[in-house]
């Protein structure tokens, strides 16, 4: 007979979880004492707040690909939560978070640190549980284990009450591998390829939408293969960057408002439009009722509630976007389609003469984000994973970055969650401490959880902060420039000595001014051993283009 | 915008009805009725929601509910495809029994089902605009209470909810 508690870690063992990232509090410290015994079968971060714990775990999914594990006590630690739930949900990462509860005979009685957790957790959840008596925690832990990562992943909270984690019980750990009421996959109905085969086959200008679909179904290779043999042009959505080598022939580029102005624009030309694991988010598809209205839509896609939300489709093929893409590629005859590709080659040079020119090779005036980025790519390694925060910096970093393999680039997508990148940074990074991650951050987003770079210090990843400072929250401003009458409400910052703060947690770090000083800051940066914080001063009000403004269609993107 | 009947065939989990109801309630949509029982499967329960959208909202709606993990389906059917009732009881003082309230008793084949000192309470089943129609009538007579249940709905076309949970695979 063990105590819930020990069962608790036992069954994260079970899991081969590698790390919990969490913090401790009067509900969950009966797992936390049992946590002192495990330590050299699991390992714990303890973060500087509950959200950079969650956060830190989706850093580690993403780039992983495994189950991120978060452990937090109850009422506040929580609700600390809440946030990293609904990213994960919305950015369909796998979580299990553990949280503390007051004891069973205490619930409702709003007790200390008592919060009904179950209820706040779940429209953020893809399922979550409380467990009351002993018996019921590894039944629990194994389901949800099992609903995070099959399926279209998702975040997963159990609640565990104190008692429990103290009586005694028998540990028998048995993996879930089915829940009766849930189908994570549907059957490819062969039908629907052969249909959409045909529509391939006859397309005179078809095109490719991709996005994380591709990345969690592991059918990066599949989409390659498909691509090689229709010669059909690809673009991506944010979080489907990465799946495809930028330098692929096909590939075109990158969708939505702060994408490139070709995959936008053509988007309104294509004959035949496959989408591929994405889900036609408002930022790729601007106003839906001027959006692809001349095309047929093939959708591949693994959840059935995707299918028609947005985007009314002609084939729908459900299920796992690496069979159908196979059973697709054998369906479909070998083609190219090279004055179509012509097409987004010609505007894409259009892109580079009014916008990319001067954002990747400024001469004078402040510094660009996109020149950063641009000596990023030349000193970064070629596997090393992006990790951005939410705003200007986030798009130009995403725009500029050179994606050579999949699951190198970890962002706030859906939800858009500033302070996302500092912890998310640091669970990437524990995934594999010799991999490069760079961070790449605003000044409005790191201070939203800068305390995480205590953690950083603490567990020693050697997380590559890059800091780009133009003391504003730029995107916000960017809007209330060109929508709201350059009328500033409330954009600007009075920030800290960043340096002084870099240092102060042991950071080697560096502040950057000047055009001439930035390439070997950068080169320094990427060949520095431990974490390096390097901050540079970039233009005040600079602006991301292209863009399509809210209520536009993709044909209205505009460069400037 | 059509009235709709959908019925969701759940594991007996505790919050399962919260989980579906947000669903609507993200939405800004208002469930007309909602029913929750034991179905005719052990372990299986059934929750009847009336609803009055457009068909690509019930469309979504009943792909959202399916994707909650302890549902196991879920159907949406039109008012011409389920057989439905609605019960309702009256409550009324027994200073208004006259005769004229035994003529709308027997028109209505309403039932009596308690007799106290102060107040008799009438049984009526029926649809929504039956019931409501009583309740027009009963209005004058000094009605103390009344209270309606959601609807209860078997759908005419056939479908198998067990035939379902054997085929898993």
């Given at each position: 007979?063990?105590?819930?508690?020990?069962?608790?870690?036992?069954?994260?063992?079970?899991?081969?979880?590698?790390?919990?990232?969490?913090?401790?509090?009067?509900?969950?410290?009966?797992?936390?004492?049992?946590?002192?015994?495990?330590?050299?079968?699991?390992?714990?971060?303890?973060?500087?707040?509950?959200?950079?714990?969650?956060?830190?775990?989706?850093?580690?999914?993403?780039?992983?690909?495994?189950?991120?594990?978060?452990?937090?006590?109850?009422?506040?630690?929580?609700?600390?939560?809440?946030?990293?739930?609904?990213?994960?949900?919305?950015?369909?990462?796998?979580?299990?978070?553990?949280?503390?509860?007051?004891?069973?005979?205490?619930?409702?009685?709003?007790?200390?640190?008592?919060?009904?957790?179950?209820?706040?957790?779940?429209?953020?959840?893809?399922?979550?549980?409380?467990?009351?008596?002993?018996?019921?925690?590894?039944?629990?832990?194994?389901?949800?284990?099992?609903?995070?990562?099959?399926?279209?992943?998702?975040?997963?909270?159990?609640?565990?009450?104190?008692?429990?984690?103290?009586?005694?019980?028998?540990?028998?750990?048995?993996?879930?591998?089915?829940?009766?009421?849930?189908?994570?996959?549907?059957?490819?109905?062969?039908?629907?390829?052969?249909?959409a085969a045909a529509l391939i086959d006859t397309a005179e200008r078809p095109y490719v939408l991709y996005?994380?679909?591709?990345?969690?179904?592991?059918?990066?290779?599949?989409l390659k293969a498909f691509l090689d043999k229709t010669g059909i042009p690809a673009a991506c959505?944010?979080?489907g960057?990465?799946?495809l080598?930028e330098s692929h022939p096909n590939y075109v580029g990158k969708l939505?408002?702060?994408g490139n102005y070709a995959p936008n624009l053509l988007t309104n030309k294509c004959d035949v439009l496959i989408a591929v694991?994405m889900?036609?988010?408002?930022?790729v598809?601007?106003?839906?009722?001027?959006y692809a209205k001349q095309a047929k839509v093939i959708?591949l896609?693994?959840?059935?509630?995707?299918?028609?939300?947005?985007?009314?489709?002609t084939v729908?093929?459900?299920?796992?976007?690496?069979?159908?893409?196979?059973?697709l590629t054998?369906?479909v005859s070998q083609k190219s389609h090279e004055t179509w590709l012509e097409r987004f080659r010609e505007l894409e040079g259009q892109e580079k003469?009014?916008?990319?020119?001067?954002?990747?090779?400024?001469?004078?005036?402040?510094?660009?984000?996109?020149?950063?980025?641009?000596?990023?790519?030349?000193?970064?390694?070629?596997?090393?994973?992006?990790?951005?925060?939410?705003?200007?910096?986030?798009?130009?970093?995403?725009?500029?970055?050179?994606?050579?393999?999949?699951?190198?680039?970890?962002?706030?997508?859906?939800?858009?969650?500033?302070?996302?990148?500092?912890?998310?940074?640091?669970?990437?990074?524990?995934?594999?401490?010799?991999?490069?991650?760079?961070?790449?951050?605003?000044?409005?987003?790191?201070?939203?959880?800068?305390?995480?770079?205590?953690?950083?210090?603490?567990?020693?990843?050697?997380?590559?902060?890059?800091?780009?400072?133009?003391?504003?929250?730029?995107?916000?401003?960017?809007?209330?420039?060109?929508?709201?009458?350059?009328?500033?409400?409330?954009?600007?910052?009075?920030?800290?000595?960043?340096?002084?703060?870099?240092?102060?947690?042991?950071?080697?770090?560096?502040?950057?001014?000047?055009?001439?000083?930035?390439?070997?800051?950068?080169?320094?940066?990427?060949?520095?051993?431990?974490?390096?914080?390097?901050?540079?001063?970039?233009?005040?009000?600079?602006?991301?283009?292209p863009?399509?403004?809210?209520?536009?269609?993709v044909e209205?993107v505009?460069?400037? | 915008?059509?009235?709709?009947?959908?019925?969701?065939?759940?594991?007996?989990?505790?919050?399962?009805?919260?989980?579906?109801?947000?669903?609507?309630?993200?939405?800004?949509?208002?469930?007309?009725?909602?029913?929750?029982?034991?179905?005719?499967?052990?372990?299986?329960?059934?929750?009847?929601?009336?609803?009055?959208?457009?068909?690509?909202?019930?469309?979504?709606?009943?792909?959202?509910?399916?994707?909650?993990?302890?549902?196991?389906?879920?159907?949406?059917?039109?008012?011409?495809?389920?057989?439905?009732?609605?019960?309702?009881?009256?409550?009324?003082?027994?200073?208004?029994?006259?005769?004229?309230?035994?003529?709308?008793?027997?028109?209505?084949?309403?039932?009596?089902?308690?007799?106290?000192?102060?107040?008799?309470?009438?049984?009526?089943?029926?649809?929504?605009?039956?019931?409501?129609?009583?309740?027009?009538?009963?209005?004058?007579?000094?009605?103390?209470?009344?209270?309606?249940?959601?609807?209860?709905?078997?759908?005419?076309?056939?479908?198998?909810?067990?035939?379902?949970?054997?085929?898993?695979?």
């Amino acid at each position: 007979m063990v105590r819930g508690a020990d069962i608790v870690v036992k069954s994260l063992i079970a899991e081969n979880s590698e790390y919990i990232f969490g913090y401790p509090g009067g509900a969950i410290m009966p797992v936390y004492d049992a946590l002192y015994d495990y330590s050299d079968k699991i390992k714990h971060v303890l973060t500087r707040h509950e959200q950079g714990a969650i956060h830190a775990a989706q850093g580690y999914a993403r780039v992983s690909g495994k189950v991120g594990v978060v452990l937090a006590t109850s009422g506040p630690g929580a609700t600390n939560l809440i946030t990293g739930l609904a990213d994960a949900q919305i950015d369909s990462t796998p979580l299990v978070c553990i949280t503390g509860q007051v004891a069973a005979h205490l619930l409702g009685s709003d007790a200390f640190q008592e919060t009904d957790v179950v209820g706040l957790s779940m429209p953020g959840t893809k399922w979550n549980i409380q467990v009351r008596r002993v018996e019921d925690i590894a039944p629990a832990i194994a389901k949800a284990f099992h609903i995070a990562k099959t399926g279209r992943p998702g975040p997963v909270l159990v609640d565990i009450t104190k008692n429990a984690q103290i009586e005694f019980g028998e540990f028998n750990y048995v993996p879930c591998l089915n829940v009766r009421s849930y189908r994570p996959y549907q059957p490819i109905n062969q039908d629907a390829v052969t249909a959409a085969a045909a529509l391939i086959d006859t397309a005179e200008r078809p095109y490719v939408l991709y996005g994380q679909g591709v990345v969690l179904a592991h059918a990066e290779n599949e989409l390659k293969a498909f691509l090689d043999k229709t010669g059909i042009p690809a673009a991506c959505t944010l979080l489907g960057s990465g799946a495809l080598p930028e330098s692929h022939p096909n590939y075109v580029g990158k969708l939505g408002m702060h994408g490139n102005y070709a995959p936008n624009l053509l988007t309104n030309k294509c004959d035949v439009l496959i989408a591929v694991g994405m889900r036609f988010d408002d930022r790729v598809t601007g106003d839906l009722q001027r959006y692809a209205k001349q095309a047929k839509v093939i959708h591949l896609e693994l959840d059935p509630s995707e299918i028609d939300k947005n985007v009314k489709c002609t084939v729908p093929i459900l299920g796992d976007c690496k069979k159908s893409l196979s059973l697709l590629t054998e369906a479909v005859s070998q083609k190219s389609h090279e004055t179509w590709l012509e097409r987004f080659r010609e505007l894409e040079g259009q892109e580079k003469e009014a916008v990319v020119s001067n954002d990747l090779h400024g001469t004078h005036g402040g510094l660009h984000m996109g020149e950063v980025i641009h000596l990023v790519n030349k000193f970064k390694e070629e596997d090393a994973i992006l990790v951005t925060d939410v705003g200007q910096h986030q798009m130009i970093a995403w725009r500029y970055f050179d994606f050579k393999t999949t699951r190198t680039q970890v962002t706030s997508g859906g939800l858009g969650t500033m302070g996302f990148a500092l912890p998310a940074a640091l669970g990437a990074q524990l995934n594999d401490y010799k991999k490069q991650v760079i961070c790449v951050v605003g000044d409005g987003g790191i201070q939203m959880t800068i305390q995480e770079l205590g953690t950083i210090m603490q567990t020693k990843a050697p997380v590559k902060v890059v800091l780009l400072n133009n003391n504003y929250l730029g995107m916000v401003r960017q809007w209330q420039q060109l929508f709201f009458d350059k009328r500033y409400s409330f954009t600007e910052l009075d920030n800290p000595d960043f340096i002084k703060i870099a240092e102060a947690y042991s950071f080697k770090a560096r502040k950057v001014t000047e055009r001439e000083d930035l390439e070997a800051a950068v080169a320094e940066m990427l060949v520095q051993e431990g974490p390096y914080f390097l901050e540079v001063v970039v233009e005040k009000e600079d602006n991301v283009f292209p863009m399509i403004a809210t209520g536009c269609s993709v044909e209205e993107v505009r460069l400037s | 915008m059509n009235r709709y009947t959908i019925l969701v065939y759940t594991e007996n989990f505790i919050g399962i009805l919260n989980r579906i109801t947000i669903i609507f309630t993200r939405r800004g949509i208002n469930i007309n009725a909602l029913t929750a029982s034991e179905s005719r499967l052990d372990g299986i329960h059934k929750i009847t929601i009336e609803v009055t959208v457009t068909p690509e909202q019930i469309e979504h709606l009943v792909k959202q509910i399916e994707k909650v993990v302890d549902v196991i389906k879920a159907y949406y059917f039109m008012d011409d495809e389920v057989v439905y009732q609605e019960i309702a009881l009256y409550k009324i003082p027994i200073a208004s029994l006259d005769p004229s309230l035994e003529k709308v008793i027997r028109q209505f084949n309403a039932h009596i089902i308690a007799a106290e000192k102060e107040f008799v309470v009438l049984e009526f089943t029926g649809h929504k605009e039956d019931t409501q129609a009583l309740l027009e009538i009963l209005k004058p007579f000094d009605l103390l209470e009344f209270s309606r249940s959601g609807r209860v709905a078997i759908a005419k076309p056939r479908f198998s909810v067990q035939e379902f949970l054997n085929n898993q695979t």
